[in-house]
């Protein structure tokens, strides 16, 4: 079937750390990936993308690498800041299906301390 | 560009009561997705409209809920008998035809059963 698996958290760092949140996947066609992030009291905010093996998406200091022979697409900044706390869920889609319904891990909660 | 409202923000109701979530999506947007987070788990989809057509309703859970989209505009969710396992976050999406990677998603809608 069709699933993501990422890193549990909460995640605690100080401002200017590095940042990892891994993320692995399982489908059953060639999916897109995607990294959503979630800020306090509002909705779900696309972060960035990649369609094809090979890509990087990257958005805001964030990067994230497309691993097919990994089956991963972790998502990394070299210095956060405290305007990055938030939740970041990792997903996919299988555009082929046509339904293009994303299929989401469970979140990771990110909170940067001064 | 206004984008993807959701009404309530939160909802608190009694086991048994009935209870009607509703979605407006980015105008122009003929496909509209609905999610659904229960605490601490992954982000999991519900459905899909086309237009006012049901396109994919695999992920609904049981005939308690019933989803519509007279109209092709704003769509309706509809939990009737509320049960305490519906509490969560209900998401609603939206996307253009033919842009197949980005889903605008709106704030949510957290509902408590109790």
């Known amino acids: 079937g069709n699933s993501v698996t990422q890193m549990e958290g909460p995640v605690t760092l100080s401002e200017e750390a590095f940042l990892t949140i891994n993320c692995t996947y399982t489908a059953t066609g060639y999916p897109s990936l995607f990294w959503y992030v979630q800020y306090p009291g509002e909705g779900l905010q696309l972060l960035l993308k990649?369609?094809?093996?090979?890509d990087k998406g990257s958005n805001k200091g964030f990067e994230a690498t497309y691993r097919k022979e990994t089956t991963s697409f972790h998502l990394e900044k070299g210095s956060v800041q405290v305007s990055d706390s938030a939740v970041y869920f990792c997903a996919l889609s299988l555009v082929q299906t046509g339904a293009n319904n994303l299929f989401f891990g469970t979140g990771t909660r990110l909170t940067v301390i001064p | 560009e206004a984008g993807v409202t959701q009404f309530p923000s939160h909802s608190v109701i009694e086991k048994g009561q009935t209870v009607t979530l509703r979605c407006d999506p980015i105008?122009?947007?003929?496909?509209l997705y609905w999610y659904r987070r229960v605490m601490g788990k992954e982000i999991k989809f519900l459905l899909h409209f086309v237009k006012e057509s049901k396109q994919d309703e695999s992920g609904m859970p049981n005939n308690r809920f019933l989803a519509e989209r007279t109209g092709g505009t704003y769509s309706t969710l509809k939990v009737q008998p509320a049960e305490l396992e519906d509490s969560g976050v209900y998401f609603c999406?939206?996307?253009?035809?033919?842009?197949?990677?980005?889903?605008?998603f709106g704030p949510g809608t957290r509902l408590t059963v109790l």
């Open positions: 999406a939206s996307r253009r035809e033919g842009s197949y990677n980005e889903q605008f």
């Open positions: 990649a369609t094809k093996a090979d």
């Open positions: 105008s122009g947007h003929d496909n």
